[in-house]
């Protein structure tokens, strides 16, 4: 079984491969994070792929029509959010209205209501707006004027954030620490860019590209997960990891607990992506800077995280 969702999941990611010019290693971590449960930010620059590579996740699924409905709503496979300062939250999440000819209360369903949502630029959003993804991430659902909506599974979200401009809102620890993983995709090589301009100069690049997976194979692997063995003294190594950074000299702010939960998620999924049905300790160390580096903030500015984690990696030993 292990054999083969490998084997499906390898469909899944050369298929994106395909039309996306991607590293296979950070295709394989979104994949993961997907499959876990969580969401991805992605810390990079204009044009190098974003859009694309979600929309190629979203169109890489056979969608069935029970997967798509959510409660009273209806979800799309692939939703695109642009932001920008003026958007507001009822812009994204959804709002009531009266219809004129009934008086008739009627929800207008917004973006997020999409089994893949781009979050675009994410910082350009105010600090309300940026609120309103808080519940969505977390309690995938959406409450409007005391009305619950579900969100269905699969939900995920891949954020883009830009790392420098002007008119950016930080955005809160508590939102950075509910995305699982933060990666940034970068620029290709000479020949992969020469290969993107020969293929994407042409209208009909993604002419052919269809679906390899059921949606229903993607909602059991995540059931997968929670299946996945994970050895005390790895759980404790990851503990280790997570609590160093509240006694290291050079972070000021530290990981929650929860960095802990989701890189144990992370590393689970990840076995699964390799068959494998147990969590080597070095699926910890592999993922633990791309998991934690958006969790910390470091007291000096010139000093990266992924720098004081590399340290942590180096001084925690297994089985402390």
Same mark, same amino acid.
């Given at each position: 079984?292990?054999?083969?969702?490998?084997?499906?999941?390898?469909?899944?990611?050369?298929?994106?491969?395909?039309?996306?010019?991607?590293?296979?290693?950070?295709?394989?971590?979104?994949?993961?994070?997907?499959?876990?449960?969580?969401?991805?930010?992605?810390?990079?620059?204009?044009?190098?792929?974003?859009?694309?590579?979600?929309?190629?996740?979203?169109?890489?699924?056979?969608?069935?029509?029970?997967?798509?409905?959510?409660?009273?709503?209806?979800?799309?496979?692939?939703?695109?959010?642009?932001?920008?300062?003026?958007?507001?939250?009822?812009?994204?999440?959804?709002?009531?209205?009266?219809?004129?000819?009934?008086?008739?209360?009627?929800?207008?369903?917004?973006?997020?209501?999409?089994?893949?949502?781009?979050?675009?630029?994410? =910082?350009?959003?105010?600090?309300?707006?940026?609120?309103?993804?808080?519940?969505?991430?977390?309690?995938?659902?959406?409450?409007?004027?005391?009305?619950?909506?579900?969100?269905?599974?699969?939900?995920?979200?891949?954020?883009?954030? =830009?790392?420098?401009?002007?008119?950016?809102?930080?955005?809160?620890?508590?939102?950075?620490?509910?995305?699982?993983?933060?990666?940034?995709?970068?620029?290709?090589?000479?020949?992969?860019?020469?290969?993107?301009?020969?293929?994407?100069?042409?209208? =009909?690049?993604?002419?052919?590209?269809?679906?390899?997976?059921?949606?229903?194979?993607?909602?059991?692997?995540?059931?997968?997960?929670?299946?996945?063995?994970?050895?005390?003294?790895?759980?404790?190594?990851?503990?280790?990891?997570?609590?160093?950074?509240?006694?290291?000299?050079?972070?000021?702010?530290?990981?929650?607990?929860?960095?802990?939960?989701?890189?144990?998620?992370?590393?689970?999924?990840?076995?699964?992506?390799?068959?494998?049905?147990?969590?080597?300790?070095?699926?910890?160390?592999?993922?633990?800077?791309?998991?934690?580096?958006?969790?910390?903030?470091?007291?000096?500015?010139?000093?990266?995280?992924?720098?004081?984690?590399?340290?942590?990696?180096?001084?925690?030993?297994?089985?402390?």
């Amino acid at each position: 079984m292990n054999e083969q969702v490998k084997q499906s999941i390898k469909s899944l990611s050369d298929n994106i491969r395909k039309i996306i010019s991607v590293d296979e290693k950070k295709l394989e971590y979104i994949i993961a994070a997907w499959i876990a449960g969580g969401h991805v930010i992605l810390a990079d620059s204009h044009g190098v792929g974003k859009t694309s590579l979600a929309r190629a996740l979203a169109q890489s699924i056979h969608w069935h029509k029970k997967d798509m409905q959510a409660g009273e709503s209806v979800m799309d496979g692939f939703s695109r959010i642009q932001c920008t300062v003026d958007l507001l939250p009822q812009d994204i999440l959804g709002y009531n209205r009266f219809l004129g000819s009934s008086g008739e209360l009627i929800f207008n369903r917004g973006p997020i209501f999409a089994h893949f949502v781009l979050c675009d630029e994410i =910082n350009l959003l105010t600090p309300k707006t940026q609120g309103s993804f808080l519940q969505v991430m977390e309690e995938q659902g959406v409450t409007i004027e005391g009305k619950h909506y579900p969100l269905q599974d699969p939900f995920f979200i891949i954020a883009t954030m =830009n790392l420098r401009g002007a008119h950016l809102f930080p955005l809160p620890t508590p939102q950075l620490d509910r995305f699982m993983i933060r990666l940034s995709l970068g620029y290709p090589s000479e020949i992969e860019e020469r290969a993107i301009v020969a293929m994407h100069g042409k209208s =009909n690049a993604w002419e052919g590209f269809g679906s390899v997976i059921e949606s229903g194979d993607l909602i059991g692997w995540k059931k997968m997960v929670d299946l996945v063995q994970i050895h005390p003294e790895v759980s404790s190594y990851i503990v280790s990891c997570v609590r160093q950074t509240r006694s290291h000299p050079d972070i000021e702010s530290p990981a929650s607990p929860r960095a802990g939960v989701r890189i144990s998620r992370l590393v689970r999924s990840l076995a699964i992506c390799r068959g494998l049905d147990y969590v080597p300790i070095d699926f910890v160390k592999e993922t633990f800077i791309p998991a934690m580096a958006h969790r910390i903030i470091t007291r000096d500015p010139s000093i990266s995280p992924e720098t004081v984690l590399e340290k942590i990696l180096d001084t925690v030993a297994v089985g402390e």
